[in-house]
């Protein structure tokens, strides 16, 4: 029997039925469901909608229910339910008879979905910091194992000045540890309780919306107005842009280790457990992992735009759009989830060649940088000695040396201020170690920044 048959004469055509349902996927609910069916029954209760016998009884095939499906969730999949919340409401019926038909008093599946959504992303959310932290403590790890390793710094993917290994890894660890506040920050606003705000124009029973939402959970109380209670997906679309922005991270860091570890880079190397080879070509090892990591970003980006796009222009309160809401944001979560994990593998099998990091880090200019300040410190203005080093480098390349490997002749009539041994000024590790500022990439503040995380991570 629908939940509405009073109204109607005929049946729903078949094809529309299979459309309207949304038990396949918003199945995912049913663990928040029963805990709403239960605070609901108990505020019915309260409210003397319901007598406390009936309460307990209620209680008692709620939970029962649960228990029961914890252990064989085939009913569901068995049921022609059009959704999860009149999936319960059937199962109850099959169990207390009559009672059950009580407990959507005062009640609609649109207060009864925006709660339970916001308890299940709750829950969900709690996961994403666990995976976050770990994560963050793999990339810490290897910060700390390559806090001095000699890489070349890029911007324009043109070789620009170097930096370390560590300091790349710590940048990424300062992007993950934003992206664990966002969806904090998502957690905490989404903290206030839609039940009792009924199909839009609120609950016509004395309920105590205040203790309902204490005690499902909700620290900062009922939310304030039905109409947008009922429709706000706020939620849903703050936790799917914190998602893309994950994915936007990870896809980064797949994109530099995929071009360091390419063949002509050839800086970095994936090992066996996340490479694989190719069907015909015995040579290949590829990074495939990465790959996914970056391919699957799209997809989450997706799920953020098909939520905006269902979310706008929608008319004030509750449509079936939003029935909408869920599989593009379950599919963010569950793929930013999977890539968390993963890309944690993948940071903890991953490993610099060193010996190559440093050739590389030997040609194509990086040190131009500390020559200028180099003329600087003997007293030249650093516009000029731009212009100077720069005409330094085009003469290098023509006789094809770097700057350093300069005639000792045309090293002097060049740069006659300097009277520091060049070879020895732009040595690696001078040129790392004079970014010791707060924020820089030589290896004393990289190390002090590992350290500073390892101790952060402790009370995580
Ligand atoms: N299954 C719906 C959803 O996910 C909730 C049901 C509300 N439906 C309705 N016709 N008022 O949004």
């Known amino acids: 029997m629908s939940m509405w048959g009073g109204r109607f004469e005929g049946g729903l055509d078949e094809t529309f039925e299979a459309f309207n349902k949304s038990l396949g996927f918003d199945q995912r609910l049913l663990a928040d469901d029963l805990v709403g069916s239960l605070a609901w029954a108990r505020a019915l209760g309260e409210a003397g909608v319901l007598t406390s016998a009936e309460v307990t009884e209620l209680e008692a095939a709620i939970e029962g229910l649960g228990v029961e499906l914890a252990s064989d969730p085939a ?16 199962a109850l019926e099959e169990r207390v008879g009559a009672l059950a038909r009580k407990l959507h008093t005062g009640r609609s599946r649109n207060d009864q979905v925006a709660t339970d959504l916001k308890l299940y992303l709750t829950r969900f959310g709690r996961e994403f910091d666990g995976a976050l932290r770990d994560l963050i403590e793999a990339l810490v790890e290897l910060a700390g194992e390559t806090f001095d390793l000699a890489l070349p710094g890029y911007t324009h993917l043109q070789r620009a000045q170097p930096i370390t290994a560590g300091h790349h890894a710590l940048a990424y660890v300062e992007m993950l540890a934003r992206d664990a506040e966002r969806i904090e920050d998502a957690l ?4 206030t309780s839609p039940l009792g ?16 939402a204490d005690d499902l959970g909700f620290t900062a109380g009922p939310t304030r107005n039905s109409l947008d209670a009922v429709s706000d997906r706020d939620h849903a679309l703050e936790l799917a842009f914190a998602c893309s922005v994950i994915m936007v991270h990870l896809s980064r860091l797949a994109e530099d280790w995929i071009f360091l570890a390419s063949s002509e880079a050839g800086m970095l190397q994936f090992g066996d457990a996340v490479s694989t080879g190719s069907s015909l070509m015995p040579q290949k090892k590829n990074p495939d992992a990465m790959e996914l990591l970056r391919g699957k970003t799209g997809r989450v980006i997706g799920a953020l735009q098909s939520l905006l796009v269902t979310c706008k222009g929608l008319p004030m309160a509750y449509d079936k ?3 909408e809401d869920k599989e593009a944001l379950f599919d963010a979560l569950d793929t930013t ?4 994990r993963v890309a944690a593998v993948c940071v903890r099998n991953v490993r610099y060649d060193r010996e190559a ?8 200019f990086l040190d ?3 020559v200028a300040d180099l003329l600087v410190a003997a007293g030249v203005a650093f516009r000029d ?3 100077r080093v720069g005409h330094a480098v085009r003469e290098a390349i023509e006789t094809g040396v770097e700057l350093r490997e300069l005639a000792p002749e045309r090293r002097q009539a060049l740069f006659p201020e300097i009277e520091e041994d060049l070879v020895h000024a732009l040595s690696i590790e001078r040129v790392l170690g004079r970014r010791a500022a707060i924020g820089g990439t030589s290896p004393e503040r990289v190390a002090e920044e590992v350290a500073a995380w390892k101790e952060r991570l402790e009370s995580w």
């Open 75 to 90: 009913p569901i999949a068995a049921s022609e339910a059009e959704d999860v919340h009149s999936f319960v409401e059937g």
């Open 197 to 212: 705000c009924g199909a839009l124009a609120g609950t016509a029973f004395p309920i105590d919306r205040e203790a309902l």
């Open 321 to 323: 759009d939003l029935q």
């Open 368 to 370: 131009a940088t500390d």
């Open 357 to 364: 990091c440093r050739a590389a880090c030997s040609r194509g």
């Open 337 to 340: 989830h999977a890539c968390l």
């Open 385 to 387: 000695a731009h212009q």
């Open 188 to 191: 905490e606003r989404m903290d």
